[in-house]
Protein backbone atom coordinates (compact mmCIF):
# COMPACT_ATOMS: atom_id res chain seq x y z
CA UNK A 1 0.00 0.00 0.00
CA UNK A 2 1.48 3.72 -0.94
CA UNK A 3 1.48 5.79 2.05
CA UNK A 4 2.05 9.78 1.95
CA UNK A 5 4.03 11.73 4.73
CA UNK A 6 3.70 15.10 5.32
CA UNK A 7 5.81 16.46 8.02
CA UNK A 8 5.33 20.19 8.84
CA UNK A 9 2.35 20.26 10.76
CA UNK A 10 2.06 24.31 10.23
CA UNK A 11 4.60 26.78 8.14
CA UNK A 12 4.45 30.17 7.91
CA UNK A 13 6.02 32.73 5.09
CA UNK A 14 6.11 36.64 5.06
CA UNK A 15 4.37 38.00 2.23
CA UNK A 16 6.11 38.30 -0.98
CA UNK A 17 8.63 35.70 0.12
CA UNK A 18 9.09 31.86 -0.89
CA UNK A 19 8.47 29.27 1.36
CA UNK A 20 8.33 25.00 0.37
CA UNK A 21 6.70 22.56 1.83
CA UNK A 22 8.01 18.87 1.76
CA UNK A 23 6.22 15.55 1.24
CA UNK A 24 7.61 12.03 0.55
CA UNK A 25 5.50 8.97 -0.30
CA UNK A 26 6.43 5.32 -0.27
CA UNK A 27 5.18 2.88 -3.10
CA UNK A 28 6.57 -0.28 -5.32
CA UNK A 29 5.34 0.99 -8.30
CA UNK A 30 7.05 2.91 -11.01
CA UNK A 31 4.26 4.93 -12.67
CA UNK A 32 1.99 6.92 -10.77
CA UNK A 33 0.75 10.79 -10.02
CA UNK A 34 1.83 13.19 -7.17
CA UNK A 35 -0.69 15.73 -6.27
CA UNK A 36 -0.65 19.21 -4.21
CA UNK A 37 -3.99 20.62 -3.65
CA UNK A 38 -4.64 23.65 -1.37
CA UNK A 39 -7.99 23.38 1.41
CA UNK A 40 -9.11 26.55 2.41
CA UNK A 41 -11.78 27.30 5.15
CA UNK A 42 -14.19 26.65 2.84
CA UNK A 43 -13.16 23.01 2.71
CA UNK A 44 -13.16 22.51 -1.27
CA UNK A 45 -10.48 20.96 -2.53
CA UNK A 46 -8.53 22.55 -5.33
CA UNK A 47 -5.96 21.10 -7.31
CA UNK A 48 -2.59 23.38 -7.29
CA UNK A 49 -0.43 21.53 -9.44
CA UNK A 50 0.25 17.76 -10.28
CA UNK A 51 3.38 15.63 -11.63
CA UNK A 52 3.57 12.67 -13.35
CA UNK A 53 6.00 10.27 -12.29
CA UNK A 54 7.65 9.32 -16.06
CA UNK A 55 8.03 13.11 -16.30
CA UNK A 56 11.29 13.96 -15.15
CA UNK A 57 10.69 17.59 -15.90
CA UNK A 58 9.17 19.32 -12.67
CA UNK A 59 5.82 20.93 -13.19
CA UNK A 60 5.20 24.64 -12.74
CA UNK A 61 2.24 26.74 -12.45
CA UNK A 62 2.71 30.54 -12.09
CA UNK A 63 3.71 30.72 -8.68
CA UNK A 64 3.83 27.29 -7.84
CA UNK A 65 6.90 24.47 -8.60
CA UNK A 66 7.53 21.35 -7.59
CA UNK A 67 10.99 19.72 -6.85
CA UNK A 68 10.18 16.27 -7.52
CA UNK A 69 12.99 13.47 -6.23
CA UNK A 70 11.82 9.95 -7.47
CA UNK A 71 14.67 7.75 -6.67
CA UNK A 72 14.55 9.65 -3.07
CA UNK A 73 10.47 9.46 -3.22
CA UNK A 74 10.39 13.32 -2.34
CA UNK A 75 7.58 16.13 -3.61
CA UNK A 76 8.27 19.23 -2.27
CA UNK A 77 5.86 22.49 -3.59
CA UNK A 78 8.12 25.96 -3.39
CA UNK A 79 5.44 28.94 -3.23
CA UNK A 80 6.93 32.33 -4.63
CA UNK A 81 6.14 35.52 -3.92
CA UNK A 82 3.59 34.23 -1.60
CA UNK A 83 0.10 36.00 -0.67
CA UNK A 84 -2.44 36.09 1.63
CA UNK A 85 -4.77 34.28 -0.45
CA UNK A 86 -2.71 31.08 -0.60
CA UNK A 87 -3.26 30.65 3.36
CA UNK A 88 -4.84 27.26 3.81
CA UNK A 89 -4.29 23.64 4.49
CA UNK A 90 -1.76 22.23 1.48
CA UNK A 91 -2.69 18.54 1.34
CA UNK A 92 0.55 16.27 -0.76
CA UNK A 93 -1.49 13.18 -2.67
CA UNK A 94 -0.45 9.94 -4.67
CA UNK A 95 -2.43 8.18 -7.43
CA UNK A 96 -1.34 5.10 -9.21
CA UNK A 97 -1.10 5.74 -13.01
CA UNK A 98 -3.31 1.99 -12.71
CA UNK A 99 -6.82 3.06 -14.09
CA UNK A 100 -8.57 0.11 -12.24
CA UNK A 101 -10.62 -0.15 -8.99
CA UNK A 102 -9.14 1.14 -5.85
CA UNK A 103 -6.35 2.34 -7.80
CA UNK A 104 -7.54 5.08 -8.92
CA UNK A 105 -8.31 6.75 -5.69
CA UNK A 106 -6.17 9.54 -3.86
CA UNK A 107 -3.78 8.82 -0.88
CA UNK A 108 -3.46 11.70 1.34
CA UNK A 109 -1.13 12.87 3.42
CA UNK A 110 -2.32 14.42 6.59
CA UNK A 111 -1.64 18.24 5.47
CA UNK A 112 0.87 21.23 6.51
CA UNK A 113 -1.17 24.65 7.24
CA UNK A 114 0.03 27.96 5.84
CA UNK A 115 0.15 30.93 7.35
CA UNK A 116 1.03 34.08 5.78
CA UNK A 117 2.62 37.09 7.58
CA UNK A 118 2.10 40.16 6.70
CA UNK B 1 -24.50 23.68 -11.75
CA UNK B 2 -20.82 24.21 -12.79
CA UNK B 3 -19.10 22.30 -9.76
CA UNK B 4 -19.75 19.35 -7.31
CA UNK B 5 -22.82 20.05 -5.09
CA UNK B 6 -22.74 18.13 -1.82
CA UNK B 7 -25.91 18.74 0.85
CA UNK B 8 -26.41 19.39 3.87
CA UNK B 9 -23.15 21.75 4.06
CA UNK B 10 -23.36 20.92 7.98
CA UNK B 11 -25.55 18.08 9.91
CA UNK B 12 -25.51 17.48 13.49
CA UNK B 13 -27.71 14.50 14.95
CA UNK B 14 -27.81 12.84 17.65
CA UNK B 15 -25.38 9.33 18.29
CA UNK B 16 -27.78 6.14 17.02
CA UNK B 17 -29.62 8.21 14.64
CA UNK B 18 -29.10 7.62 10.53
CA UNK B 19 -27.76 10.23 8.56
CA UNK B 20 -27.64 10.54 4.55
CA UNK B 21 -25.46 12.85 2.84
CA UNK B 22 -25.85 13.91 -0.76
CA UNK B 23 -23.19 14.64 -3.52
CA UNK B 24 -24.31 15.95 -7.29
CA UNK B 25 -21.34 15.68 -9.46
CA UNK B 26 -20.86 17.24 -12.50
CA UNK B 27 -22.49 17.00 -15.24
CA UNK B 28 -21.05 13.82 -17.49
CA UNK B 29 -18.56 12.76 -14.86
CA UNK B 30 -18.94 9.18 -14.84
CA UNK B 31 -16.64 8.17 -12.40
CA UNK B 32 -17.62 9.87 -8.16
CA UNK B 33 -15.44 9.35 -4.65
CA UNK B 34 -16.43 9.68 -1.65
CA UNK B 35 -13.79 10.39 1.27
CA UNK B 36 -13.35 11.25 4.92
CA UNK B 37 -11.48 13.88 6.82
CA UNK B 38 -11.19 13.51 10.48
CA UNK B 39 -10.08 16.54 12.35
CA UNK B 40 -6.48 17.35 11.78
CA UNK B 41 -6.26 14.19 9.30
CA UNK B 42 -5.81 13.94 5.76
CA UNK B 43 -8.67 12.99 3.31
CA UNK B 44 -9.19 8.79 3.97
CA UNK B 45 -10.80 7.37 0.64
CA UNK B 46 -14.55 5.37 1.13
CA UNK B 47 -16.11 4.28 -1.67
CA UNK B 48 -15.53 4.65 -5.31
CA UNK B 49 -18.21 4.41 -8.58
CA UNK B 50 -17.19 4.35 -12.02
CA UNK B 51 -20.68 4.51 -14.52
CA UNK B 52 -22.28 0.65 -14.31
CA UNK B 53 -19.70 -0.80 -12.88
CA UNK B 54 -20.13 -2.79 -9.22
CA UNK B 55 -18.81 0.27 -6.89
CA UNK B 56 -15.34 -0.28 -4.96
CA UNK B 57 -16.57 -0.19 -1.73
CA UNK B 58 -12.59 -1.20 -0.02
CA UNK B 59 -13.04 1.82 2.06
CA UNK B 60 -15.71 1.71 4.24
CA UNK B 61 -15.19 1.62 7.68
CA UNK B 62 -17.89 -0.59 8.85
CA UNK B 63 -21.24 -2.13 7.87
CA UNK B 64 -23.28 0.87 9.25
CA UNK B 65 -21.51 2.27 5.97
CA UNK B 66 -23.61 2.03 2.37
CA UNK B 67 -23.54 4.46 -0.59
CA UNK B 68 -25.65 4.05 -3.91
CA UNK B 69 -25.31 5.95 -7.29
CA UNK B 70 -28.57 6.42 -8.85
CA UNK B 71 -29.11 6.91 -12.66
CA UNK B 72 -25.01 7.01 -12.82
CA UNK B 73 -25.17 10.33 -11.27
CA UNK B 74 -26.59 11.92 -7.48
CA UNK B 75 -25.06 9.58 -5.05
CA UNK B 76 -25.84 8.77 -1.19
CA UNK B 77 -23.67 8.27 1.60
CA UNK B 78 -25.91 6.67 4.40
CA UNK B 79 -24.05 6.39 8.10
CA UNK B 80 -26.82 4.33 10.57
CA UNK B 81 -26.65 4.30 14.25
CA UNK B 82 -23.81 7.15 14.05
CA UNK B 83 -20.92 7.05 16.26
CA UNK B 84 -19.27 9.77 17.75
CA UNK B 85 -16.38 8.59 15.53
CA UNK B 86 -18.49 9.09 12.72
CA UNK B 87 -17.40 13.22 13.12
CA UNK B 88 -16.07 14.35 10.38
CA UNK B 89 -16.05 16.48 7.13
CA UNK B 90 -17.67 14.13 4.25
CA UNK B 91 -16.21 14.73 0.78
CA UNK B 92 -17.36 14.14 -2.74
CA UNK B 93 -15.38 14.39 -6.19
CA UNK B 94 -15.94 13.43 -9.61
CA UNK B 95 -14.07 12.81 -12.44
CA UNK B 96 -14.78 12.45 -16.16
CA UNK B 97 -13.64 8.68 -16.16
CA UNK B 98 -11.77 6.63 -13.96
CA UNK B 99 -8.47 7.17 -15.66
CA UNK B 100 -5.74 8.09 -13.79
CA UNK B 101 -4.94 11.03 -15.64
CA UNK B 102 -8.20 12.49 -14.85
CA UNK B 103 -8.44 15.13 -12.03
CA UNK B 104 -10.33 14.82 -9.57
CA UNK B 105 -12.68 17.95 -8.55
CA UNK B 106 -13.84 18.05 -5.38
CA UNK B 107 -17.44 19.52 -3.63
CA UNK B 108 -17.11 21.80 -0.59
CA UNK B 109 -18.27 18.72 1.78
CA UNK B 110 -20.60 18.08 4.73
CA UNK B 111 -19.79 18.73 8.29
CA UNK B 112 -20.77 16.17 10.13
CA UNK B 113 -20.86 16.76 14.16
CA UNK B 114 -22.44 13.70 16.27
CA UNK B 115 -23.46 14.65 19.55
Known amino acids: AQTVTQSQPEMSVQEAETVTLSCTYDTSESDYYLFWYKQPPSRQMILVIRQEAYKQQNATENRFSVNFQKAAKSFSLKISDSQLGDAAMYFC???????????????FGTGTRLQVML | GAGVSQSPSNKVTEKGKDVELRCDPISGHTALYWYRQSLGQGLEFLIYFQGNSAPDKSGLPSDRFSAERTGGSVSTLTIQRTQQEDSAVYLC?????????????FGDGTRLSIL
Open chain 1, 93 to 107: AYRSATSSGTASKLT
Open chain 2, 93 to 105: ASSLDGNSNQPQH
